[in-house]
């Protein structure tokens, strides 16, 4: 009999996984590290003080919060030593994308000789709806849990080498993936695109998330700051991100909003949303790290589809 270990992509889903009762232990792994400075090197010391840097600074994490709920889960899976079976539940946006990458880079390491399998969820019967796992039904769940990915050693190298990609200091080399459709890693193309659309494009110095934050506003004009953040929530796409990330970047865009309650844009705010006038010496922040590249070191060329470094 083989022994198992689930490796899922948060708290909800774990508490999910534990009433179907599949066989094998579960470790959560709590992290959002496609927000803010990574380190190749998953697990290391820097690597940690590194993120706690980020999420103290960014999110007012504390130090007992970090080693309580992350440390301690991350140390859980370094005593999961016995298992041959690790079973992977992630979805198919770049949140879960990226914490999957730095899952596997980490089990190429320190995992050799387990059977390595995931199991994403995503597109839907109809080929159109995308579904993260707690949506679906438990029905859902156990067909994708039956159908799961078992993954070649050169899957696990491939997501190691994006890994490392998405932790340098240029996203070009991370543009310039070509060969996705050779692995088995369905999302992940979508997710790297997403990722390289968050860097400022050359129009307004604003990212597609921020901009089309100011278009919701715009043309929704909705009434409070919850309907506006419902909105951006329901129509963002392949980002996954929740509510705390959202508050943090319109933060930052609160000098573009006339009033949060109604929501409406200022003149400046309409006038960067039209390309008419551009926002990156003010917004730019010379700390602010997608990966391993500094944000406002790149422009997003948004006809071209291009990166370019300035």
Not at 58 to 70: A, L, R
Not at 173 to 201: Q, V
Not at 289 to 306: M, P, S, V, W
Request: neutral net charge; aromatic residues 12%; proline residues 2%.
């Amino acid at each position: 009999m083989s022994s198992q270990l689930h490796i899922t992509n948060g708290d909800n889903f774990t508490e999910r996984l534990r009433k179907l009762k599949y066989k094998g232990e579960i470790i959560t792994w709590r992290e959002m590290l496609c927000e803010g400075k990574t380190e190749t090197n998953v697990g290391s010391e820097a690597f940690w003080k590194t993120r706690f840097e980020f999420l103290h600074k960014n999110y007012n994490v504390s130090k007992s919060w970090f080693v309580e709920k992350t440390l301690k889960e991350y140390r859980s899976l370094c005593n999961h030593k016995q298992q041959d079976e690790i079973i992977l539940w992630f979805e198919f946006d770049l949140f879960c994308q990226i914490n999957m990458l730095a899952v596997l880079s980490w089990l190429k390491t320190h995992r050799r000789h387990a059977e390595i399998s995931l199991v994403c969820s995503g597109y839907q019967e109809d080929g159109q709806t995308l579904l993260g796992l707690s949506e679906l039904s438990d029905a859902r769940v156990d067909e994708l849990y039956k159908k799961k990915i078992v993954l070649t050693q050169d899957d696990i190298e491939y997501a190691d080498y994006v890994w490392q990609l998405y932790c340098s200091d240029n996203p070009i080399r991370l543009e310039n993936l070509t060969d996705y459709e050779n692995y088995h890693f369905e999302y992940l193309e979508n997710a790297i695109k997403a990722h390289l659309k968050r860097f400022p494009t050359i129009k307004n110095g604003l990212n597609e998330l921020e901009n089309r934050i100011l278009q919701i506003a715009d043309e929704e004009k909705p009434a409070s700051k919850k309907a506006l953040m419902g909105s951006i929530l329901k129509n963002q796409g392949w980002y996954g991100f929740g509510d705390t990330q959202f508050q943090r970047i319109l933060q930052n865009l609160r000098p573009l909003f006339k009033s949060v309650s109604p929501v409406r844009l200022s003149k400046k705010g309409k006038e960067i949303l039209e390309n008419k006038t551009n926002y990156y010496s003010v917004i730019r922040d010379n700390e602010a790290y997608l990966g391993g590249a500094l944000k406002y070191n790149f422009l997003y060329n948004t006809e071209a589809h291009r990166i370019l470094k300035l």
